[in-house]
């Protein structure tokens, strides 16, 4: 299984941007994929996961409104749109699978983990 983000960038605060994750080595039928984020000095935390087959989605609260997340199943694919960034959404943003839609995933829950994609918001 190999899961590969690309995306990130420098963008100005209020901007957007969108991350994407190509997913390669099975299938996904039941896998939920979980995108979480990394800022300097900080522990890793969830950002928001989408069920592959089913597409619904669940965001932590601060991204809730301006990120969103979909999949395309075709190119194997789950993207993270940014939208209204802020400076304290600069981080290393990680693709990931595991967890489920139903409450936020736990890193202690993945089994599988991307190299992560740095997005940096200036002010």
């Known amino acids: 299984v190999q899961l590969q983000a690309s995306g990130g960038g420098l963008v100005q605060a209020g901007g957007s941007l969108r991350v994407s994750c190509a997913a390669s080595?099975?299938?996904?039928?039941?896998?939920?994929f979980v995108w979480f984020r990394q800022a300097p000095g900080k522990e890793r935390a969830f950002v928001g996961a989408i069920n592959w087959s089913r597409g619904d989605t669940l965001y932590a609260d601060s991204v809730k409104g301006r990120f969103t997340i979909s999949r395309d199943n075709a190119k194997n694919t789950v993207y993270l749109q940014m939208n209204s960034l802020k400076p304290e959404d600069t981080a290393v943003y990680y693709c990931?699978?595991?967890?489920?839609?139903?409450?936020?995933?736990?890193?202690?829950?993945?089994?599988?983990w991307g190299q992560g994609t740095l997005v940096t918001v200036s002010s």
């Open positions: 080595g099975r299938t996904w039928s039941r896998d939920t």
């Open positions: 990931a699978i595991g967890g489920n839609t139903r409450v936020p995933v736990s890193t202690k829950q993945i089994h599988y």
